[in-house]
């Protein structure tokens, strides 16, 4: 199946800093990828749709200033958590969609906010 | 967002046995549902996936089960490993075309040698 990478694994910052989470399509291009919000020992929440070169969907609820989404390649969409509180400590996961219409995950990213 | 549950929240089964996950969904727009397995610290794979004009798909040791009437679905694994031990997760797409899915709970496997 087709790969995706998320970068980085795991990542602990300090309250109030930015962390930038990346989410690459090895070998193949996704115009759409969607990032995801999980809980321990709960599902997987859609966050947004990431869609190359425009802006990102979010999901009700989802505040758009605080995770920001940039898409700027066919292989590559980026999320920002802003202004990193503990409650923002959660496992980030990102899917890229194929041309096929097929969603495959990365392997997710822990985020710890000390 | 789209409501999709699943009604058991843990499941143990010796090896060898069969294995049995139940999923529902609200939405009568959903139109393609897929079945994920997701180890700890892990990110979802991909096990088998149907869409609403089947009610039944086989994959290798898999079989999903879809009943639209009462907006179910079912993940049937057979001859359960332990390495089968994981999270089974649900997503349905609530009928949009652009790859958005929404999950279900999730259920615990947990496979006994």
């Known amino acids: 199946g087709a790969v995706v990478s998320q970068h980085p694994s795991w990542v602990i910052c300090k309250s109030g800093t930015s962390v930038k989470i990346e989410c690459r399509s090895l070998d193949f291009q996704a115009t759409t990828m969607f990032w995801y919000r999980q809980f321990p020992k709960q599902s997987l929440m859609l966050m947004a749709t990431?869609?190359?070169?425009?802006?990102?969907?979010?999901e009700q609820g989802v505040e758009k200033d605080k995770f920001l989404i940039n898409h700027a390649s066919l292989t590559l969409s980026t999320l920002t958590v802003t202004s990193a509180h503990p409650e923002d400590s959660s496992f980030y996961i990102c899917?890229?969609?194929?041309?096929?219409?097929?969603?495959?995950f990365g392997q997710g990213t822990r985020l710890t906010v000390v | 967002g789209e409501s999709v549950g699943l009604h058991l929240p843990t499941l143990s089964v010796q090896e060898g046995d069969n294995s049995i996950i139940n999923c529902a969904y609200s939405n009568s727009a959903s139109d393609y549902f897929i079945w994920y397995k997701q180890e700890s610290g892990k990110g979802p794979q991909f096990i088998i996936d149907?869409?609403?004009?089947?009610d039944k798909r086989q994959g290798q040791r898999v079989t999903v089960l879809l009943n639209k009437t009462v907006k179910h679905l079912s993940l049937q694994i057979a001859a359960t490993q332990p390495g089968d031990s994981a999270v089974y997760f649900c997503?349905?797409?609530?009928?949009?075309?652009?790859?958005?899915?929404?999950f279900g709970r999730g259920t615990q496997l947990t496979v006994w040698p």
């Open positions: 149907i869409r609403s004009n089947m």
């Open positions: 899917s890229a969609k194929t041309g096929g219409g097929e969603a495959f």
């Open positions: 997503a349905e797409n609530g009928g949009s075309t652009l790859g958005r899915l929404y």
């Open positions: 990431s869609n190359e070169g425009s802006k990102a969907t979010y």
